[in-house]
């Protein structure tokens, strides 16, 4: 059985250089053999994260869609940039909504799975610091994330056109995130 793989980057911007640095990864997991979905969260837009919200009216629409479509896949490709030395508050938002229950349903989209995390930045750290924090709540929520990870720096320069890395090794790694993940999940489920 092919093992499942939902990818996106914590970014929603129309250009943002953690989608096309998902994309790259997602490819890397197909041409491993992985079943691929990759999503971006402007089409699952939420609210802030609201207690008084999710009391009175429940989980939102897009939010239980998001929670369906996570718990059908047994692992994660996360592109996460990072603001401010941390997770960007869209990938923060979307993982804290959807941790939370469905009513009268345990319906738990994280405890199990196995994740590969990126990152790409116009500064020289590529993201570094803000990854350090992604894995951190990950791995707490008891999502296992494999120990290689990717930093892109300079990401205004490192794309081209087509949206491929200009440096094929950093590429082939990308991909290889990808690759590792699937094999590490075909594994586990054999
Ligand atoms: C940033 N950026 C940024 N970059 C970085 O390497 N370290 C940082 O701490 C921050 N902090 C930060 C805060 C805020 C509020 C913004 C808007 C941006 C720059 C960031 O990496 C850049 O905007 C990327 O382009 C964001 O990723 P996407 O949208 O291109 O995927």
Not at 43 to 48: A, E, G, I, T
Not at 159 to 167: C, E, M, R
Request: charged share 20%.
């Amino acid at each position: 059985m092919k093992p499942k793989i939902l990818a996106f980057a914590g970014s929603t911007r129309t250009d943002s250089f953690n989608k096309k640095l998902v994309q790259i990864a997602a490819t890397g997991a197909s041409e491993a053999g992985a079943d691929v979905t990759v999503i971006d969260l402007r089409d699952f837009q939420m609210p802030l994260y609201d207690g008084d919200l999710e009391q009175n009216e429940g989980l939102p629409q897009n939010v239980q869609r998001l929670k369906e479509l996570m718990s059908s896949q047994q692992g994660f490709l996360i592109a996460a940039p990072e603001y401010n030395s941390s997770i960007t508050g869209v990938l923060k938002n979307t993982i804290d909504w959807t941790s939370r229950q469905l009513e009268n349903n345990t319906l738990n989209c994280y405890t199990g799975k196995v994740a590969g995390i990126m990152s790409a930045s116009p500064g020289g750290l590529g993201g570094l610091r803000g990854m350090v924090h992604v894995r951190a709540i990950l791995e707490n929520m008891g999502v296992m994330v494999i120990p290689e990870q990717i930093a892109v720096s300079a990401a205004h320069e490192a794309f081209d056109a087509d949206n491929s890395l200009k440096d094929k090794k950093t590429e082939e790694k990308v991909k290889k995130i990808g690759a590792n993940l699937t094999r590490i999940l075909a594994k586990l489920s054999s």
